[in-house]
């Protein structure tokens, strides 16, 4: 009994510690996808998809720890999704390359019997295109086709790219706007506390355990907040 109480108190110190930098991860990987949005050359926007896919990896790395096992249903694991996001990232950032001859891309038909043959040619079709409406269609159709062999919740990143191509269709060179509910939160706490400060009537005891019941309300409110947000798709922005 000695022995368990130890290690069931490790478990729950190493999850805790999983998930804080599972969240520090998703942090960073949400603003390099925010440069995504104001980078013009395709080397810049290259680099930052690897750099989304490195992340990404890490991502996969660090939720089994610290959320489990979350299948999908067709049984595969959210590190296999976070998986496969990072390799259509790179993907991704192959054809931004190509698009610059900084790396060749071969043009060859693929075989007639290849059961991959629509998505290899959509690939090659997106190495060759620039214009950002044509790259974000493309990318569109090759999230269906990469769905079939990866699913649905790996393929979605492409549709985060198609995004950011059509923002940058439309002639917007800006990040868009994000809100970060923790972030809010803590301002808003931050607010309450100092009104709490200054409220008349209470005595030190009183404002102690209005604080107390403030920070407790807020500590599940985030613990809800970060709960929900590792288990959501890593792409889910």
């Known amino acids: 009994m000695l022995k368990t ?29 925010d440069d995504l949005y104001v980078a013009q050359d395709h080397d810049d926007r290259a680099a930052l998809q690897d750099r989304a896919a490195q992340l990404t990896e890490q991502l996969a790395e660090t939720h089994t720890a610290a959320w489990g ?22 993907q991704v950032a192959a054809t931004e390359r190509a698009v610059i001859g900084a790396v060749p891309w071969a043009d060859a038909e ?20 620039s214009a950002p409406d044509r790259r974000a269609s493309c990318l569109r159709r090759l999230r269906s086709l990469a769905a ?4 649905d919740r790996a393929a979605e990143v492409l549709v985060v790219l198609a995004k950011v191509e059509e923002h940058r269709a439309g002639g917007c060179i800006e990040r868009p706007s994000r809100y970060r509910l923790s972030r809010v939160l ?5 607010a309450v506390l100092a009104v709490v400060g200054v409220v008349p009537g209470l005595d030190v005891l009183g ?28 792409v889910n922005r």
């Open 186 to 190: 803590i301002g808003a706490l931050m």
């Open 69 to 90: 096992r979350d299948a999908d249903s067709d049984g595969r694991p959210m590190a296999y999704s976070l998986a496969g996001q990072a390799a259509l990232l790179r």
């Open 5 to 33: 109480i130890p290690d069931a108190l490790r478990a729950r110190i190493d999850r805790s510690a999983a998930r804080r930098r599972y969240a520090d991860l998703q942090d960073t990987l949400d603003e390099t996808f």
């Open 207 to 234: 404002r102690i355990v209005l604080w107390a019941v403030i920070l407790g309300t807020t500590y599940v409110a985030l613990c809800v907040y970060v709960g929900i947000r590792g288990r959501a798709q890593g």
């Open 148 to 151: 079939e062999h990866l699913g």
């Open 110 to 129: 693929p075989l007639l019997g290849d059961e991959y043959r629509t998505e290899l040619l959509a690939w090659t079709e997106l190495a060759h295109t």
